[in-house]
Structure formats: C-alpha cells, structure tokens
C-alpha cells in the first residue's frame, strides 16, 4: 500500500539467547495452573425421609376402603411463546493470561500495536496495546483471502478481472492487471501475498458474488472468528473511517491461515515467484515486499502494508526448533522488520515445559 515496505532501515543478523538471566525469570506459557471443581452431594435417605413425612401430612393414613381422593387435575394453559435464546459470543480464540499474568520484557520495539503468539498453543506470549482500533492497512487482506477461499471450488478455479478491479488508486500497490484478463485464483493470491495487489483483492471481492456482499462476508467472517475490534469497508485496506482492526484481531485472521491452510502460507512465505504469459493475460513476474523472509531464520511469511493512516504494518510468522511463532505489529516505521525480529527472538527464547498445554476452550479455527 503506499510507500514500499522493503525500504526498512538493514538491521544485523538475529542475536541468539544463550542464558539471559532475564529471560530465565519468565516462566514456560504451557504451565498455566489448572483450577479443580468440586460438587457437593446431598444426601437420598434424607430426602426420602421428607418426602414420606410429607404424604402423611397431606393424605393422612389410608384404609382399604377409603381410596384417596384424586388430584385436581391441572387446567391446560396456553404457554406463552418463548424467544429464541441469543447466541453466545465467541470466546477470546487467542489466550492473554501468559502475557498478562507475567512481566513482560521491554523489547523497544517502535509499532505503536504489537502481538506475540505461540502457534502451536494460541497464547500469547508479548504485547502492546493489543486491542486498539487502529488502521489496518493491506492486512485486511487476510480476510479478504479467508472469504475468497470460502468461495472459491479450488485455487485452480479462474476468474475474470473486472474493469472495476483496475480503477483503485494508482499510487497504490498493485499486481498489474488488466480488464478481461482470466487468471486461477492461485495467481491472484501470489498477486496478493507478493505485491500487495489492490487489484487483485478487487478481482476476488468481485469473482464469487457482489462486491458488496463480499464486504459483508469479510464481516461476518470476523465475527465468526471472534475479532472483535475489527470493521471492514473494503477489501485492500485503503484507509477508510469505517475500516478498522487491531494487532490482537488480525493475529487471529493470521492464525487462522497458518494453522489451517498450509497451501496459502507455502504462496505467502514465497519470495518471487513467475507466471508465464498465456492467452488470458500477460507474464506476471513478482516479488516478495516482506523483507523478513530474506534476512530471517525459519521465517515463513505472512503480509505486509502500508498506508498514511496505518504505518507500516508485518503479520510474520517463523519456525524454529518444532515451534511455531507469529508477530503482528501495526502502526511501526522503517524498522518494521527489526521489530518483527525482536517479537519473534523473544518468543523463540521463552523455555519450552515438557509438559503438554491445556487446551483452547473453543478451537475458533475450526468453527
């Protein structure tokens, strides 16, 4: 979106944690205390008791002669129509009780939002200012795959690029289409993930059913997913009023892609990629703008972006060592990869108990 987000100030090679005292002080995120139930029984010989005592006062004793009167049998009445009960809302998909329970180091990072999450227990582990409606910039396109996907009969399927797709703001990142070209929906997200490619965004939001609709499925999907602070009103995140997230929401959408759509964090993490021309479109040579997979270990991916409202804003994901990490940082400048660095250091550093984590209450990746 905007300023190109690879003009990040160079930073040096990630440092290892070989035994910071500092970092020894924070405990593993998978001891988290389990709290025990107890549930009181009442006694039946007691209750038995009563309710002989109870007959007697009420019907006296019984002769064989003298049947007991019937009960008055009870006048029918029209019950009144019950409401359908509200549905609950999602609970927290992602777990803040590491990160609000324990200090948290001071990793002088400069997003004004930033979230840490271990992948592997959805908790997170480090954050600032978490649930503030900020600008979301072009993460807005992890919901705007995440419907396309709901949509889509496969990543093969091919769709037509509307003349509407090509008329976004021209300063903006695109992906370089044309109108009445027909790429697979494969293409089109390379053209997302790699060039932050408003057309190609508009392209999807228009593919499957009207645009309009669209927007309000990208909604509903975040409502679904628990984002709570979070509205759509387009699907590029071109800064808009009514169009907001935090670092905590999108973290989720993140989530979601890279625990459960592996074939969408392969296109993601990809750091160039070319599709040869054919009949219904031009070659499509792109390259990653998420710096990060160049220049750090095990990183995987995710989206970059850019506006004037939002700054410079990473979801990252990274593995290392059989654990998966995730760093989103909204509202950062120039050192935008540094801090996504020193989210993810800091995560990686954490001791892993051989104990296994408590489940999620709800596993929101799945509803």
Same mark, same amino acid.
């Given at each position: 979106?905007?300023?190109?987000?690879?003009?990040?100030?160079?930073?040096?090679? %990630?440092?290892?944690?070989?035994?910071?005292?500092?970092? +020894? $002080?924070? !405990? /593993? @995120?998978?001891?988290? &205390?389990?709290?025990?139930?107890?549930?009181?029984?009442?006694?039946?010989?007691?209750?038995?008791?009563?309710?002989?005592?109870?007959?007697?006062?009420?019907?006296?004793?019984?002769?064989?002669?003298?049947?007991?009167?019937?009960? %008055?049998?009870?006048?029918?009445?029209?019950?009144?129509? +019950? $409401?359908? !009960? /509200? @549905?609950?809302?999602? &609970?927290?998909?992602?777990?803040?009780?590491?990160?609000?329970?324990?200090?948290?180091?001071?990793?002088?990072?400069?997003?004004?939002?930033?979230?840490?999450?271990?992948?592997?227990?959805?908790?997170?582990?480090?954050?600032?200012? %978490?649930?503030?409606?900020?600008?979301?910039?072009?993460?807005?396109?992890?919901?705007?795959?995440?419907?396309?996907?709901?949509?889509?009969?496969?990543?093969?399927?091919?769709?037509?690029?509307?003349?509407?797709?090509?008329?976004?703001?021209?300063?903006?990142?695109?992906?370089?289409?044309?109108?009445?070209?027909?790429?697979?929906?494969?293409?089109?997200?390379?053209?997302?993930?790699?060039?932050?490619?408003?057309?190609?965004?508009?392209?999807?939001?228009?593919?499957?059913?009207?645009?309009?609709?669209?927007?309000?499925?990208?909604?509903?999907?975040?409502?679904?997913?628990?984002?709570?602070?979070?509205?759509?009103?387009?699907?590029?995140?071109?800064?808009?009023?009514?169009?907001?997230?935090?670092?905590?929401?999108?973290?989720?959408?993140?989530?979601?892609?890279?625990?459960?759509?592996?074939?969408?964090?392969?296109?993601?993490g990809a750091r160039s990629v070319v599709i040869p021309a054919d009949a219904d479109h031009p070659e499509y040579d792109m390259r990653t703008l998420i710096r990060l997979v160049e220049v750090y270990p095990g990183a995987t991916g995710l989206k970059t972006g850019y506006t004037d409202d939002a700054g410079y804003c990473l979801a990252a994901t990274a593995t290392r060592g059989g654990?998966?990490?995730?760093?989103?940082?909204?509202?950062?400048?120039?050192?935008?990869?540094?801090?996504?660095?020193?989210?993810?250091?800091?995560?990686?550093?954490?001791?892993?108990?051989?104990?296994?984590?408590?489940?999620?209450?709800?596993?929101?990746?799945?509803?």
């Open positions: 979106m905007g300023s190109n987000p690879t003009d990040e100030a160079t930073s040096p090679p %990630p440092a290892t944690f070989d035994g910071d005292p500092n970092r +020894q $002080e924070r !405990p /593993s @995120p998978r001891r988290l &205390p389990f709290r025990s139930r107890r549930v009181l029984a009442g006694s039946a010989l007691a209750l038995t008791v009563a309710v002989l005592i109870a007959a007697t006062v009420v019907w006296g004793p019984s002769t064989p002669w003298m049947p007991r009167p019937a009960a %008055p049998r009870p006048v029918a009445t029209p019950s009144a129509p +019950q $409401e359908s !009960p /509200s @549905p609950l809302p999602v &609970p927290p998909p992602l777990d803040e009780t590491y990160a609000l329970e324990y200090p948290q180091p001071n990793l002088e990072i400069h997003a004004q939002s930033a979230v840490l999450v271990d992948l592997d227990t959805l908790q997170v582990l480090w954050e600032r200012d %978490p649930h503030s409606r900020r600008a979301p910039a072009s993460l807005t396109k992890l919901v705007t795959v995440l419907v396309a996907m709901d949509l889509a009969t496969s990543l093969d399927q091919v769709v037509t690029v509307p003349a509407s797709a090509t008329q976004v703001e021209p300063d903006s990142t695109l992906m370089g289409l044309s109108p009445g070209e027909r790429l697979s929906v494969r293409d089109l997200l390379y053209g997302i993930f790699l060039e932050s490619g408003n057309d190609a965004a508009e392209t999807l939001a228009s593919a499957f059913v009207p645009r309009d609709r669209f927007i309000q499925l990208m909604n509903e999907k975040a409502a679904q997913l628990g984002m709570r602070d979070t509205h759509f009103s387009n699907p590029t995140g071109l800064d808009a009023p009514d169009h907001y997230s935090s670092a905590y929401d999108l973290a989720i959408a993140a989530a979601v892609i890279a625990v459960h759509e592996p074939e969408l964090l392969a296109i993601a654990r998966h990490l995730l760093a989103v940082v909204l509202h950062s400048d120039t050192n935008l990869t540094t801090d996504a660095e020193r989210l993810l250091d800091d995560g990686f550093s954490i001791p892993v108990s051989a104990e296994p984590p408590p489940p999620p209450a709800v596993d929101f990746l799945t509803q």
